[in-house]
């Protein structure tokens, strides 16, 4: 049921960091558990209307301008 190289790259990732190699195998069920998941509903993710496309020369001014006006507020 497991790749033998699997299986020794977990019993050696288990003696290296002195866990239980159940404990290995308990996190990478999970995450395939957390991976499996859908949701039903669509999400209400944002959008914003930037009125043209945007390309590197727009968001590089954009990140330089932020970080002109912030250099003004920080205090060490």
Same mark, same amino acid.
């Given at each position: 049921?497991?790749?033998? %190289?699997?299986? !020794?790259?977990?019993?050696?990732? *288990?003696? +290296?960091? /002195? +866990?239980? !190699? &159940?404990?290995?195998?308990r !996190? *990478?069920?999970?995450? *395939? *558990?957390? +991976? &499996?998941? %859908?949701?039903?509903?669509?999400?209400?993710?944002?959008?914003?209307?930037? /009125? /043209?496309?945007v /390309?590197?020369?727009?968001?590089? %001014?954009?990140? &330089?301008e932020?970080?002109?006006?912030?250099?003004?507020?920080? +205090?060490?």
């Amino acid at each position: 049921m497991v790749d033998e %190289r699997d299986l !020794e790259l977990i019993k050696a990732a *288990a003696a +290296r960091e /002195g +866990r239980p !190699e &159940s404990e290995l195998f308990r !996190e *990478a069920f999970h995450l *395939a *558990a957390l +991976r &499996s998941q %859908r949701w039903a509903d669509e999400w209400d993710i944002p959008t914003f209307d930037f /009125g /043209g496309p945007v /390309g590197q020369a727009g968001v590089e %001014r954009a990140v &330089s301008e932020g970080i002109n006006e912030g250099e003004g507020s920080v +205090r060490e």
